[in-house]
């Protein structure tokens, strides 16, 4: 179709739908005059596509992992790109980054390259140098050439400029505002009304995340109803314990739901849960969506010690740590928590008073910046 507005192509690697930073990206591309298509992947699990004022297409894969998943994907991306008119690419985290770059290349188009965490040293690549090496050197390779980067706080952007000489942009993954949201109750949500609700939520809930712990712990957790929602690695691990130790009464999963449904379990929890160990550089300086979610939803936090989770939630006083991954130790705080009603309702009111300070509506004129001063 022909169009006079600028168009952007958005590369992420997901199947879209649950990938609120992404969705919100292409939301500011929108605002900012640009005509937007973003490309992904289709699953066979893969929840339909919203109603969204841009394109989006989702390659279907015959391979879902390993390797030859990421050869094939990073190839159809290349000739996607190749083949379409575009005035800007943006490309999200380092498995999309070599086909935007070199079509960038190519075609003398402007590039904007999103770290969503330290890639290089998630735990999967961790286990395997030989896929760590191939994805540090394809980085080693691209990044010192690079003039539009952005990551998700400045403890990543630190590493990455004292690493590659380039500037980060910091965008924080802060959760856009729903002025008129209404929650359902827990009732037409099935939850039940006696009970606490704790809730760690998550599209990667992997290894090292602490939700294998937080179910174990789960028996020594009284009066409480824990969900998980989301999905990952660990995933069939988590319904195994749930079975094994017959914890079904308190304990749920709820595979991924849009956003826009997550959103009225995330206002209907007592607690909320981010608890990721410090096994790698790539959790421990990570600063996952959850806890803006949580912040939104007006929701007291538990979360592992980790620098900048650290700094949320002691600047605005919103929750307590975990001071290790042991059930019982896990088990020990949230009943602290919960039973201490008073300073529980002090947190919810800090999150709320929190949650108006950290705005997207702000966070996101970073971005209107960036893209009004492409290099």
């Known amino acids: 179709m022909f169009t ?12 879209l739908v649950t990938d609120s930073r992404v969705n ?58 190749l083949f379409k008119k575009a005035d800007l690419l943006y490309a999200n985290d380092l498995d999309t980054l070599l086909p935007n770059y070199l079509i960038s290349k190519l075609k003398a188009i402007p590039l ?23 994805w540090l050197g394809i980085e080693k390779r691209i990044i010192p050439n690079l003039k539009n980067c952005i990551t998700i706080n400045n403890s990543i952007a630190t590493l990455f400029e004292e690493k590659y000489n380039v500037k980060f942009n910091v965008v924080r993954n802060i959760s856009d505002q729903d002025n ?51 999905s990952g690695d660990v995933w069939k691990v988590l319904q195994q314990k749930i079975k094994d130790q017959n914890l079904s009464k308190k304990v749920m999963l709820i595979n991924k739901i849009p956003k826009a449904e997550l959103l009225h379990y995330t206002h209907n929890a007592d607690l909320g849960l981010s608890i990721d160990k410090n096994t790698n550089l790539n959790y421990y300086y990570s600063l996952p969506n959850k806890i803006f979610d949580y912040l939104q939803a007006g929701v007291p936090i538990l979360a592992s010690r980790l620098p900048e989770i650290e700094k949320i939630v002691s600047e605005f006083k919103v929750g307590d740590f975990v001071y290790d991954h042991k059930p019982k130790t896990i088990a020990l705080k949230i009943n602290e928590m919960l039973s201490e009603k008073s300073l529980l309702q002090e947190y919810k009111q800090n999150a709320k008073k929190a949650s108006q300070q950290l705005s997207w509506l702000t966070e996101k004129q970073k971005l209107i910046s960036i893209f009004e001063n492409l290099k």
């Open 4 to 15: 006079t507005k600028k168009i952007a192509i958005v590369s992420v690697i997901n199947d």
């Open 112 to 134: 904007i390259y999103d770290s969503h965490e330290l890639f290089c040293y998630v735990p999967e690549l961790l286990e395997s140098p030989t896929k760590q090496k191939i």
């Open 180 to 230: 008129v949201f209404t929650a359902k109750s827990r009732e037409d949500l099935g939850l039940p009304l006696g009970k606490n609700i704790i809730l760690l939520q998550g599209a990667g809930i992997n290894i090292d995340r602490g939700a294998e712990e937080l179910i174990d712990a789960m028996e020594f957790v009284d009066n409480a109803l824990l969900l998980i929602i989301g």
């Open 24 to 81: 919100k990206t292409c939301l500011t591309l929108v605002e900012c005059g640009f005509e937007v298509v973003l490309i992904g992947r289709q699953l066979p699990n893969s929840l339909p596509l919203p109603n969204w004022s841009f394109k989006a297409i989702r390659m279907k894969l015959f391979f879902l992992t390993g390797p030859l998943f990421y050869f094939f994907f990073n190839l159809r991306l290349f000739f996607k790109l």
